[in-house]
């Protein structure tokens, strides 16, 4: 157990600043998990395959391994200010991309249009996490990354209400509603650029940095390659976003193969299933006060490979009701280990945020391995989870600790 002294979240002066860069998390789960209700849709309306439609999340956590090194790099010439003002632009660009896609219905266009907003959601991921890391005590970073991740959580939920009330109630065989959602979005991005301009980012420390540089100062020469927790940070961070991307990916399917929901239904659930991630994240920023956040991280782990195992039984309203409830314990793990590698880095900080983005590129991949599962039976496709939840178990109880000098 870990009983850690008391230490104010965030400071008063940063309260406002903190406020609008939590809404970031926001901002981008919107189009991240929408994306997921986008993976079912094109496979109607475009006449895709499953293993097809995971070019989605190709396509999309693509743009994030492309995208890490550069966002790290403007980050650390720019600042926290500009990384966000690129971040939301290249998001809106993106999203008006939609306009000539639907129009033409072509499926490439889609994923060019997926790619350039993605790369500024990986902008927005990379500049985000330090940021917040910036406004407050290296002590209760851990538990502010993930009171973050719980407006990511709360944007999460919207994007499938809003997929499934816009999309999947489309008349036709067309895609109007969605060219006419995603250019709301923009306008709404746009909107949202122009007032993080106004705002002024006083001059921050990232609190990594300021911990390691008066106590960990031999850490400091080190390359991040030879900091071992941090690469398997990495490590574990691509497989555990794989494992979510996957579990996103073919809810949908799931609820309508097995469940013979409709896709608005289904829609719904998953908006359902998000919502307890965000309590997940929640709950988890609490235990952390009395519970180490790898433990933590080993634990809600642990409940997924059970709960994998019992998806893949295909035993009706209790295998859905696990399929749901996998989120709940996946909230802690994205956030937990972002922060786990980034301790004792100093300077390094920025980059190594950069390589943790670029970990995404875990959810291009195994969502079309299980789709191929998923052609023959969804629901077996839910053991392949599982090779992602070990290698976490395994950073979370053996691998998560910096070296000490």
Known sequence: MNTQNKVNLTEKKYTILFFLVCSLFLLW??????????????QDVLNISKAESGLVQFSMFGAYALMGIPAGLFLKKYGYKKGVQLGLALYAIGALLFVPASNYLSFN?????????AAGLATLETVAHPFVAALGNEKTS????????GFN????ILGPLLGGFFIFNETGSGLNSVKILYSCIAVFIIFYFIVFSLIKVPDLTDPHAEENNSTEKTNLNIPLYKQKHFVYAVIAQFFNIGAQAGTWAYFINYAVERMHYTETTASYYFSLSLGLMMIGRFVGTYLMKFIKPNILLAIFTMCNVILCIIVAQDLGMISFISLISLNFFLSVMYPTIFSLGLKNLGNKVHQASSFLVMAL????IFPQFMGKIAETNVAHSYYLPIICYAVIIIFALKLYKPKSN
């Open 29 to 42: 789960a919107v189009a991240l998990t929408m994306g997921d209700v986008l993976n079912k849709h094109f």
């Open 153 to 156: 959580g709360l944007g999460a």
């Open 109 to 117: 266009l889609f994923r060019i249009a997926l790619f350039v907003l």
């Open 142 to 149: 851990d538990q502010r990354v993930n009171f973050a991740q």
């Open 361 to 364: 590129f875990g959810g291009a």
